[in-house]
T-cell receptor
Framework: NAGVTQTPKFRVLKTGQSMTLLCAQD?????MYWYRQDPGMGLRLIHY???????AKGEVPDGYNVSRLKKQNFLLGLESAAPSQTSVYFC??????????????FGPGTRLTVT | GQNIDQPTEMTATEGAIVQINCTYQ??????LFWYQQHAGEAPTFLSY????GLEEKGRFSSFLSRSKGYSYLLLKELQMKDSASYLC??????????????FGRGTQLTVWP
């Protein structure tokens, strides 16, 4: 049981390049989330999904797209990377009802630098 | 909107007790979380309060007052490994954003020997 995994762990992009971050969970969770974490800013929600085939915008969705074709995978895409997207990206998941706590389980993060 | 405020930094010595406060002003409230995050690692769940009062879990306790928009995390018998960032997060109750978490900026706790 690996929990939540993220690929890659580190990446350096040039401005204008594109890439996809992959999040996978093996806990059969319905809900999945993408956050970014910047110094002094806390975690901010980019996009989220409440089930396979559904996605929704969070607080800071501009410049990102997502897809949830399979329940266990949640992909975050950057079509044209910008230096402002330099950040640490965390994926999280939770079951529909988490025994009353609604705890989100986080992946290890992807550190992205855009030059 | 959501406004969550917590101190940026705190320091304490090993064996001591520290209280990390979190105040919030939200449009919809359905519970408050505390997460711990060590440098370079993922946040890990510590506690969840949805009703007023104190929840105790080993060395860690969390308190909530919904009428005051206030929570605190209490860490007892501090250990060096408790040096980390502590994140306060509020769960939204509104229909369109139900269940979403809004995070504070985190409190960096340093424990000295």
């Amino acid at each position: 049981n690996a929990g939540v995994t993220q690929t890659p762990k580190f990446r350096v992009l040039k401005t204008g390049q594109s890439m996809t971050l992959l999040c996978a969970q093996d806990m059969n969770h319905e809900y999945m989330y993408w956050y970014r974490q910047d110094p002094g800013m806390g975690l901010r929600l980019i996009h989220y999904s409440v089930g396979e085939g559904t996605t929704a915008k969070g607080e800071v969705p501009d410049g990102y797209n997502v897809s949830r074709l399979k329940k266990q995978n949640f992909l975050l895409g950057l079509e044209s990377a910008a230096p402002s997207q330099t950040s640490v990206y965390f994926c999280a998941s939770r079951p529909r009802v988490a025994g009353g706590t609604y705890e989100q389980y986080f992946g290890p993060g992807t550190r992205l630098t855009v030059t | 909107g959501q406004n969550i405020d917590q101190p940026t930094e705190m320091t304490a010595t090993e064996g001591a007790i520290v209280q990390i406060n979190c105040t919030y002003q939200t449009s919809g409230f359905n519970g408050l979380f505390w997460y711990q995050q060590h440098a370079g690692e993922a946040p890990t769940f510590l506690s969840y309060n949805v009703l007023d009062g104190l929840e105790e879990k080993g060395r860690f306790s969390s308190f909530l007052s919904r009428s005051k928009g206030y929570s605190y995390l209490l860490l007892k018998e501090l250990q060096m490994k408790d040096s980390a960032s502590y994140l306060c997060a509020v769960r939204d109750s509104r229909g369109s954003t139900l269940g979403r978490l809004y995070f504070g900026r985190g409190t960096q706790l340093t424990v000295w020997p």
